[in-house]
């Protein structure tokens, strides 16, 4: 039964990325819908990791983050910032 479920997910999602991809190609859907928020979350996970190597705060970089167009200059910034020693 437990397959069976499993299966049954595999084909839903299957299926759902083939809608979105048949949207995008008949034009319902423009690709940046989806190309946006996903070069979103890969900044965002990129500061949070700066973050945490560099030893800042992590809700800060979460929230400079999340702020679209704000979060490519935190980007930035986070790279160009020197690491903190802890104490």
Known sequence: MATED????????EDASMFILDMMRSGELHP??????LWQLMILVSIIVIAVKKNYNLW????????????I??????VGLPAKVKR
Do not use: D, N, T
């Open 32 to 37: 940046m819908a989806i190309g946006l928020p």
């Open 73 to 78: 200059f935190a980007l930035i910034v986070y």
């Open 60 to 71: 800060l970089a979460v929230i400079w983050g999340i702020i679209p167009f704000v979060s």
């Open 6 to 13: 499993a299966q049954s997910r595999k084909h839903l999602l």
